[in-house]
């Protein structure tokens, strides 16, 4: 199976201020049609996770433009331009090339200094 | 707008069996991979069993293999999990999620494996 490693595995953040989370494969997540199945989520407290970007780098619908995924292969990053309270929670990354095998990353817990 | 409800969890001695529940609505169910994913108390998301459109493939983690089964009825946009020989290690809330990129999630059910 392919494992997902996350870090860092908490970060605090001073409000305005940017944050960063890398996410490593273990396997290339690069599909022979050129797509990259590689996701994040977060998950806020008491709710189901959220996705926030599919495929690497492309936002999902009514997630904010401060949201930006990037990377390739087996190297991957979200970053946050400007962290707020709402942005508050547990950032998971998860690759679907590997079906059927969902793997998830360990999580990043973001807090708010 | 999507909507997946999730119904059947609750407290179940070891070795015992649940049947869990996920209603769909918003999109058109027959035509979208389905899964679901749990998560113990305190820790991260595991997939746990996925299910092709048409539900004729299933997928599932080697921790529920031969315990659990997915299954799915287009006619009621409902998706199902099985469990079968519930172990403590089983006890999480457990999700269904939307699509190949799990782009929608239910709120999730309480699984509560416990004597």
């Known amino acids: 199976d392919i494992v997902m490693t996350q870090t860092p595995l908490s970060l605090s953040v001073t409000p305005g201020q940017p944050a960063s989370i890398s996410c490593k494969s273990s396997?290339?997540?690069?599909?022979?049609?050129?797509?990259?199945?590689l996701y994040w989520y977060l998950q806020k407290s008491g709710q189901p996770p959220q996705l926030l970007i599919y495929?690497?780098?492309n936002r999902f619908s009514g997630v904010p433009d401060k949201f930006s995924g990037s990377g390739s292969g087996t190297d991957f990053t979200l970053k946050i331009s400007r962290v707020e309270a709402e942005d508050v929670g547990i950032y998971y990354c998860?690759?679907?090339?590997?079906?059927?095998?969902?793997?998830f990353g360990q999580g990043t817990k973001v807090e708010i200094k | 707008e999507v909507q997946l409800l999730e119904s059947g969890g609750g407290l179940v001695q070891p070795g015992g069996s649940l049947r869990l529940s996920c209603a769909a609505s918003?999109?058109?169910?027959?035509?979208?991979?389905m899964g679901w994913v749990r998560q113990a108390p305190g820790t991260g998301l595991e997939w746990v069993s996925g299910i092709s459109d048409s539900g004729g493939t299933t997928f599932y983690a080697e921790s529920v293999k031969g315990r659990f089964t997915i299954s799915r009825d287009n006619s009621k946009d409902t998706l199902f999990l099985q469990m079968n020989s519930l172990r403590a290690e089983d006890t999480a809330v457990y999700y269904c999620?939307?699509?190949?990129?799990?782009?929608?999630w239910g709120q999730g059910t309480l699984v509560t494996v416990s004597s």
């Open positions: 998860m690759q679907s090339i590997q079906l059927p095998r969902w793997t």
């Open positions: 495929e690497v780098s």
């Open positions: 918003g999109f058109t169910f027959s035509k979208y991979t």
């Open positions: 396997e290339s997540l690069l599909h022979s049609n050129g797509k990259t199945y």
């Open positions: 999620a939307k699509g190949y990129g799990f782009d929608s």
